[in-house]
């Protein structure tokens, strides 16, 4: 049996949406005389940043530039755990029961 084709070869996105916000985004949509897809696409093309724009500001956003201070810091900072992590998080867990 052949395989239905699409318009476009783009994937699909589901999302589990409350029923009054779905109304509102028909409503919307048909308000600019868009189906819900485009009108979709176009408020996710104006929202989400292209490539690799991320901020991080006061307001909880990571720019590039953070991202770049970090790995340079990170690669500058020898091995942070000279023991091996398991022995270190077991230790951590008897030290724990322990004290309960």
Known sequence: MARSITKTNRPRLTLDIPP?????????AA???????????????????????LK??????ITTETLGRFATFRAQQPTPFPE?????????????????
Do not use: C, F, H, W
């Open 20 to 28: 009054a916000l779905r109304r509102r985004i028909k409503v919307a």
């Open 31 to 53: 308000a600019q005389d868009l189906s819900v897809s485009a009108y979709v696409t176009r408020l996710l093309d104006r929202s989400v940043p292209a490539g690799r724009v």
């Open 56 to 61: 991080k500001k006061a307001d909880g956003t």
């Open 84 to 100: 091996d992590s398991v022995d270190l998080i077991r230790e951590a867990r008897m030290e724990r029961d322990n004290q309960l």
